[in-house]
């Protein structure tokens, strides 16, 4: 939170999600649910979601870039390829289309595009349009998918976002069960 909230403003949006967010943390908590690392990685995932929201960088997740395919047209398990420079996806049969606003295609960063499965960038899309305490619920993707998108996330975050850097976001060490996923 301190990488994102202008120095010396309010920011009471900012606040208001990290606040429901550490609510939701310890509703989890008194489930019993915050063991299962699938359903804290959806909550955390949700989480930078919005914070990309927020940022004003929020990702094109309806359609796809080249055929304007809906994201529902495709299965679970369909690989879509995300382009970090203007965070948006093209399907399999477009794989090779580039965004046309992006002349240089993210010069010098590691990721030009992130391969990632529909139900991991559903699961990104539920995590922008519903309410954070309803998102980890509402996510259907697999553990797997919450590990990609918590790697897509990362790198429209180290793309789009002043400030953040390559390094691991140490706050992941509070998460009990999530620690081991990213080694």
């Keep these: 939170m301190l990488r994102l909230a202008p120095e010396r403003e309010p920011c009471l949006d900012l606040f208001k999600l990290h606040s429901n967010a550490l609510a939701m943390l310890e509703e989890l908590a008194e489930t019993g649910r915050a063991a299962e690392p699938r359903m804290l990685l959806?909550?955390?995932?949700a989480y930078l979601s919005k914070?990309?929201?927020?940022?004003?960088?929020?990702?094109?997740?309806?359609?796809?870039?080249?055929?304007?395919?809906?994201?529902?047209?495709?299965?679970?398990n369909a690989r879509?390829?995300?382009?970090?420079?203007?965070?948006?996806?093209?399907?399999?049969?477009?794989?090779?289309?580039?965004?046309?606003?992006?002349?240089?295609?993210?010069?010098?960063?590691?990721?030009q595009f992130f391969e990632a499965t529909q139900a991991a960038v559903g699961d990104f899309y539920?995590?922008?349009?519903?309410?954070?305490?309803?998102?980890?619920?509402?996510a259907q993707g697999t553990l797997e998918d919450q590990k990609l998108l918590f790697a897509l996330l990362e790198s429209l975050l180290i793309y789009h976002v002043p400030g953040f850097d390559r390094a691991p976001?140490?706050?992941?060490?509070?998460?009990?069960?999530?620690?081991?996923v990213f080694g």
């Excluded at 976001?169 to 081991?180: H, Y």
């Design 42 to 45: 959806a909550m955390l995932n």
């Design 126 to 138: 539920i995590g922008l349009s519903s309410p954070i305490r309803k998102a980890a619920e509402l």
């Design 169 to 180: 976001l140490k706050g992941l060490r509070f998460l009990p069960g999530i620690t081991g």
């Design 80 to 111: 879509l390829r995300c382009h970090i420079s203007v965070a948006c996806w093209t399907c399999p049969e477009c794989r090779d289309v580039k965004p046309d606003s992006a002349a240089d295609y993210a010069p010098g960063f590691q990721h």
């Design 51 to 76: 914070v990309l929201q927020w940022n004003g960088t929020q990702p094109s997740l309806l359609r796809c870039l080249g055929c304007e395919r809906s994201l529902l047209d495709f299965s679970a």
